[in-house]
Every structure is written in structure tokens, then in C-alpha cells.
């Protein structure tokens, strides 16, 4: 079992920064691919970036790309998400996701809110 708990989320202005972390513990991360995704009311969850173990390469919805960077330190068994140029529209609520082979595990979420 891997537990995810999610911090660093707020409100912030449009235009500001924010730097999301989500701990892990019960396991390594090592060997788990790490993402970030968030959700606002009445819409699915959606994608926002993954750090894949076995390259270490990560990727992004576009309507990130250049602004936000997935980063993971596993010394620490944690992983981040420094998100800059914040829009109104990134508000929602931000969820850690670690996955393998079968296991798939969800953090509790943090809200961000972007003010305009």
C-alpha cells in the first residue's frame, strides 16, 4: 500500500506561482510512475503531468506545458509540482497519483484557486 498525501495548494492571482508536494509513504516511489491530476465540479478528472520511473522522462496536458514542471525527489518519497503563470482556469483540485502493474493509488487532493 502507498499512501499519498497532497500539499501547498491556495489561492494565488493570476499570474503567480504555487508549488504543490504529495508524500508518500507505505512504499518506495521508486519504482511507480508519479502524476498530478485535477478535477472542478461537474468535470472528469483530467491529466496533468507524469514522471515515468523508467526514464525518468515526464510529459503535460498542453494546457500546461511550459508553465507547469513534475519533478520527484525519492530520497524523499515525495513528488512536486511547481506551477507558475497560474490562470483562473487551473482552479480545481489537485490529486497525486502513483501507479505499477495493478497498483494504483490516489492522494486526498489540494484545492488551488486562481484569482482573475
Known amino acids: 500500500q502507498v499512501q499519498l498525501v497532497e500539499s501547498g495548494g491556495g489561492l494565488v492571482q493570476a499570474g503567480g506561482s504555487l508549488r504543490l508536494s504529495c508524500a508518500a509513504s507505505?512504499?518506495?516511489?521508486?519504482?511507480?510512475?508519479m502524476g498530478w491530476f485535477r478535477q472542478t465540479p461537474g468535470k472528469e478528472r483530467e491529466f496533468v503531468a507524469l514522471?515515468?520511473?523508467?526514464?525518468?522522462?515526464?510529459s503535460y496536458a498542453d494546457s500546461v506545458k511550459g508553465r507547469f514542471t513534475i519533478s520527484r525527489d525519492n530520497a524523499k518519497n515525495t513528488v512536486y509540482l511547481q506551477m507558475s503563470s497560474l490562470k483562473p482556469e487551473d482552479t480545481a483540485v489537485y490529486y497525486c497519483?502513483?501507479?505499477?502493474?495493478?497498483?494504483?493509488?490516489w492522494g486526498q487532493g489540494t484545492q488551488v484557486t486562481v484569482s482573475s
Open positions: 497519483n502513483a501507479v505499477r502493474l495493478g497498483d494504483d493509488y
Open positions: 507505505g512504499r518506495t516511489i521508486r519504482t511507480y510512475a
Open positions: 514522471s515515468n520511473w523508467t526514464s525518468m522522462s515526464t
